[in-house]
């Protein structure tokens, strides 16, 4: 099972929430393609690679397809044994549209890693092992939400002083939404750094879909990410682990064809096939097959063909900054950049 399914099937319900936005009604907003400027009913999607830095085996893939234009955006992860070969990788290639996964949790066997702010002053996000704790569940319960704004800040910096200037955040695992004070925690580094964190802007469809799977939407959490004055996108699809590539590839491209107008991220996590990966994560064939799958000349064609647009989080903030939408331009000129 891979880590991204975990990631939005079986942590809890609240860490659903990754992708709610602003409440807003469907049958008169506009998608945030729209407002920052694409043509209407555009389809635009940001391919994005998760787990920069998190091994050699994903920083060969990700490099290989962003040097050859096969996905868009990628986040890196700090504390990872392979992250400064990203962030090196980042300072040389500065027009890279690199963010920052922020992780809290530690979850492969055999290869973990710890924090970066260091043991002292985060003493609750220390499994027994002094390792960030492997589940969401372990973190959500012990974690207080001053350490992990204390890990969240340190990150930032150690990337920004490894040359990576990050164009968004987004959350390992899922565990920095594992709790209301966590979210506000995300949102709050996001809004003081003016780096925006992926979230999706919640319409009515979200909310019906997220109780039908048994996920309610508590009010207070829409209160808080309702302030948020970052750009959002409209949807999050993710690749889903399949038996063969060639269901994987079916799968990715009945996809492409339903997707609906806005911006959607689409979430990858390729890998290159190497010994030591096998070591590493059960799913190492799911990676590398979603490494294949970006670079299959049928992929290619329906992504030319069904008059898909690849933006990313560079080109959103450059939008963004020429067309802020209405509610958040107060926000945006009392200096909160």
């Given amino acids: 099972m891979s880590t991204l399914y975990r990631q939005f099937i079986f942590v809890p319900a609240v860490t659903a929430l990754i992708i709610i936005g602003a409440l807003v009604n469907e049958s008169t907003a506009e ?32 490099v290989k397809l ?4 096969l996905i868009s955006s990628t986040a890196a992860m700090a504390p990872c ?12 290639n500065p027009r890279a549209d690199v963010g920052l996964e922020l992780t809290i949790n530690s979850e492969w066997k055999e290869y973990r ?35 992990v704004e204390h890990e969240l800040l340190a990150q930032i910096a150690h990337a920004k002083s490894q040359g990576l200037r990050p ?14 004070d966590l979210i506000e925690v995300y949102l709050r580094v996001a809004r003081q750094q ?19 799977a048994g996920f309610p939407v508590p009010d207070d959490i829409i209160a808080l990410l309702s302030n948020y004055p970052l750009p959002k996108v409209d949807d999050l699809r ?41 070591r590493i994560m059960p799913d190492w064939q799911q990676r590398v097959w979603e490494t294949q799958l970006l670079g299959d ?41």
């Fill in 167 to 180: 164009t968004h955040l987004t959350t390992h695992l899922g565990a920095l939404i594992s709790r209301p």
């Fill in 31 to 62: 998608t945030w393609a729209e407002r920052l400027g694409f043509p209407p009913s555009s389809k635009v999607i940001v391919l994005h690679a998760q787990e920069m830095g998190l091994c050699y085996e994903t920083n060969a893939a990700i």
């Fill in 113 to 147: 890693w710890r924090p970066v702010a260091g043991d002292a002053l985060v003493t609750t996000l220390l499994d027994p092992d002094r390792y960030f704790w492997p589940s969401n569940l372990q973190t959500m319960v012990n974690a207080s939400a001053e350490d």
């Fill in 238 to 278: 993710m690749i889903l682990p399949a038996e063969s590539y060639e269901a994987k590839k079916q799968a990715f491209l009945t996809m492409l064809r339903e997707l609906p107008p806005g911006i959607t991220q689409i979430a990858v996590h390729p890998a290159v096939e190497s010994d030591a990966i096998k």
């Fill in 297 to 337: 000349e049928a992929v290619r064609a329906a992504l030319r063909g069904e008059g898909l647009v690849l933006t990313n989080w560079g080109e959103i903030m450059q939008r963004f900054h020429g067309r802020p939408p209405a509610k958040d331009s107060a926000t945006a000129s009392n200096g909160t950049r």
């Fill in 194 to 212: 003016w780096i925006p964190a992926m979230v999706v802007e919640l319409t009515p469809g979200h909310v019906e879909r997220f109780h039908a």
């Fill in 66 to 69: 962003l040097d050859a234009g």
């Fill in 81 to 92: 044994p392979w992250f400064a070969d990203a962030a090196k990788w980042s300072a040389a």
